[in-house]
């Protein structure tokens, strides 16, 4: 199935994080995958920053320790395909075959019926690649085979319909009989999830509420992890044996409870450097939040590490500084897929040098690789949800609006597709408007279209539609078709994406009706 599916796997900064420490809830989950008579669906379900993925990350590592994981999933929103559900089940179904051989001939077979499968519907391709194949397939019924399908924040699927869908479909999986096919999901308690299992049958799934576990099991939980993460930070750093002490690390925990990404962002926080100060400066840092009664848990997560910014600066500068995070951060947030800092600063027009000074204190909160050539990622969907908060708006510089940035970067893509180095006519110098796309080499046209410009080409229509406000620039976006379609079109193609251009032109439709 090459070229059908993606990597769907977990991003370079999920493998730097922490195995789950929950044995208990562990335990319970593997023994609903064995129990014969067991659900075909496990949902776990949570608030944010309840631990979710990491659970999902240790879970497949299990599994697949034990050869027993059949295939996994992490959807990701603002990570391109991985927020979509396009190729979903085509990638499901790539994983299990290599799982599961005995279904490769059927598999093959609906591919060659049908070479663009992994196009069509999502009921197509669950179908065809995976219910038909499993049914078919004859095994000796008398050995057990288990397959646990492992499925991340399903909430962070864009479409809601697209959520339904794959929820309805999974539930058929009980019909196969050929192999006990286990399905874990994890996801926050959204309306559209929550409603596709209400149409599921009582006895096609379990459910379990991550922050309804009592709570004295999520404080032991957090004690734990805080234990042996703050034991470590103490030997880097050579700080004395009795540092921090229980004391410190139970009040650690009650600011924390249920979330376990305070306790990892806490840990993020008091082992960075780049803050100007030590662990144990850091901790009285963290510690003055605890006395906040007004401070919700996502402040007290990610307030000390933005206040840290503003430590002496003016009032003039701090003004500068809200501006500058506002652009360069909530662009961040809302891109439709990560960039590289150099590719950042072009799109946005501004130095790199002023987005890697900034990022240089934000560690603790997005994934900051060391290489140039490596993407900026968010490190957990909740910063981007404190960050969007509307009641937060005017309440701390560092609210962002959600609107006018996906403004700014619709007007930024249609600038630098209108500027020289943007669209013009054979942009790889082909010479010949009969070559096939296929016999184009990906390095020359990633040479001729850079990644900035890519980017523009492929989703600043989806940044106008969010800015709610296209009918203000209706004249300058008809400029634009006016000199460029044309070219527009040839790049994207090139791109090989002319699918999603026809559905950009429908939504410019639908924006300017």
């Known amino acids: 199935m090459e070229g059908a599916t993606f990597d769907s796997h977990i991003d370079e900064h999920d493998a730097r994080c922490h195995p789950d420490t929950r044995t ?15 659900e075909c669906i ?24 034990n050869e027993e994981l059949g295939a996994s999933f992490f959807f990701k929103r603002g990570e391109g395909d991985r927020g979509k559900a396009t ?16 279904i490769i001939p059927a598999v093959g077979k609906a591919i060659e019926a049908n070479p663009n499968i992994s196009e069509k519907r999502m009921k197509d391709q669950f179908e065809k690649l995976i219910l038909e194949p499993l049914l078919a397939t004859q095994r000796d019924t008398t050995k057990i085979l288990i397959r646990v399908i492992v499925i991340d924040a399903l909430d962070e699927c864009e479409r809601d319909d697209d959520i339904k869908t794959i929820l309805r ?67 880097e750093n050579s700080l004395p044996l009795d540092w921090p002490g229980d004391r410190a690390i139970h009040v650690l925990v009650e600011m924390a409870t249920p979330l376990f990404i305070f306790a990892a962002t806490a840990c993020r926080f008091l082992q960075d450097r780049r803050l100007g100060g030590d662990p144990k400066k850091q901790l009285q840092t963290l510690l003055k939040y605890q006395s906040s009664d007004q401070a919700s848990q996502l402040d007290t997560t990610y307030l000390p590490v933005l206040e840290r910014l503003k430590t002496g600066l003016n009032d003039r500068q701090k003004q500068r500084l809200a501006e500058r995070f506002r ?25 790199r040098d002023d987005i890697d000074s900034l990022l240089d204190y934000l560690h603790s909160v997005l994934d900051v690789p060391h290489h140039p050539g490596h993407p900026v990622r968010l490190l957990h969907l909740s910063f981007r949800d404190f960050l969007l908060d509307p009641e937060k708006h005017g309440k701390t510089p560092f609210s962002v609006d959600e609107r006018k940035t996906h403004e700014i970067i619709a007007i930024k893509c249609l600038e630098l597709m209108n500027s020289r180095e943007g669209l013009r006519r054979d942009p790889c110098n082909l ?15 990633d040479k001729c279209l850079a990644p900035e410009l890519q980017y523009a080409c492929r989703y600043w229509v989806e940044h106008l539609e969010q800015s709610k406000n296209a009918s203000y620039y209706q004249d300058r976006v008809h400029t634009f078709l006016r000199k460029h379609l044309l070219h527009w079109l040839e790049s994207m193609s090139l791109m090989g994406r002319m699918t999603e251009a026809v559905g950009m032109i429908t939504s410019l439709r639908s924006m300017v009706s």
């Open 327 to 351: 652009l360069i951060v909530g662009s961040i947030v809302l891109l439709e897929e990560p960039l590289t800092t150099t590719t950042l600063a072009r799109l946005l027009g501004i130095s």
């Open 42 to 65: 496990f949902w776990l379900n949570g608030k944010a920053g309840t631990g979710k993925s990491t659970i999902s990350r240790t879970i497949a590592q299990t599994f697949a320790d």
């Open 87 to 102: 190729r979903f089940f085509a990638t499901i179904a790539s994983q299990l075959a290599y799982k599961i051989p005995e």
């Open 431 to 445: 010479q010949s408007p009969g070559v096939i796309r296929s016999q184009i080499e990906n390095q020359r046209i």
């Open 24 to 38: 208990d809830l562990r335990n319970k989950i593997e023994d609903w995958a064995r129990n014969p008579n067991g």
């Open 169 to 235: 479909l999974l539930s058929r999986m009980q019909e196969i009989r050929s192999v006990r096919l286990r399905v874990f999901v994890t996801s926050r308690p959204e309306l559209p999830i929550r409603l596709g299992f209400e149409n599921m049958s009582d006895d096609a799934h379990q459910d379990l509420v991550l922050h309804e576990i009592p709570k004295q099991t999520i404080d032991d939980d957090l004690f734990t992890f805080l234990k042996d993460e703050l034991a470590r930070i103490r030997n």
